[in-house]
C-alpha cells in the first residue's frame, strides 16, 4: 500500500505538512483546530477551501517516517508564521 505525505495549504496561506499511511483522499491531517481558528473570522470560516497537495510517497512506512520531518523542516512549516506543525519545534 502507498504512503504519502501531503502539504495542506489554508486560505490565509499557511501551510500543515503529514503523512496517511493509508493514502485516504478525505484524511487532511491532524492539525489542531483552534491554531487554525484562531486565524480566521467567523465570517471566513463559513466559506473555507483548503489545498491538499500529496508531495512525496513511498512503499516503506519507515522513509515516511523519517522523510515528514525533513519536509517540514523544508517548508518551514513548524514556523508559527509559516504553518500549523508544531512538531519539531521551531527554533528561532
Same mark, same amino acid.
Given at each position: 500500500?502507498?504512503?504519502? *505525505?501531503?502539504? *495542506?495549504?489554508?486560505?490565509?496561506?499557511?501551510?500543515?505538512?503529514?503523512?496517511? &499511511?493509508?493514502?485516504? &483522499?478525505?484524511?487532511?491531517?491532524?492539525?489542531?483546530?483552534?491554531?487554525?481558528?484562531? /486565524?480566521?473570522?467567523?465570517?471566513?470560516?463559513? /466559506?473555507?477551501?483548503?489545498?491538499?497537495? *500529496?508531495?512525496?510517497? $513511498?512503499? $516503506?512506512?519507515?522513509? *515516511?517516517?523519517?522523510?515528514?520531518?525533513? &519536509?517540514? &523542516?523544508?517548508?518551514?512549516?513548524?514556523?508559527?508564521?509559516?504553518?500549523?506543525?508544531?512538531?519539531?519545534?521551531?527554533?528561532?
Amino acid at each position: 500500500m502507498k504512503k504519502v *505525505i501531503y502539504k *495542506i495549504t489554508y486560505p490565509n496561506g499557511k501551510i500543515y505538512i503529514g503523512k496517511d &499511511l493509508t493514502n485516504t &483522499l478525505t484524511y487532511f491531517g491532524s492539525v489542531k483546530s483552534k491554531h487554525v481558528e484562531n /486565524d480566521f473570522t467567523e465570517e471566513e470560516m463559513k /466559506d473555507f477551501t483548503i489545498r491538499k497537495e *500529496i508531495i512525496y510517497e $513511498s512503499k $516503506s512506512k519507515e522513509e *515516511i517516517n523519517k522523510i515528514e520531518s525533513q &519536509l517540514i &523542516l523544508k517548508f518551514q512549516s513548524n514556523n508559527p508564521e509559516v504553518g500549523y506543525n508544531k512538531w519539531p519545534k521551531f527554533k528561532n
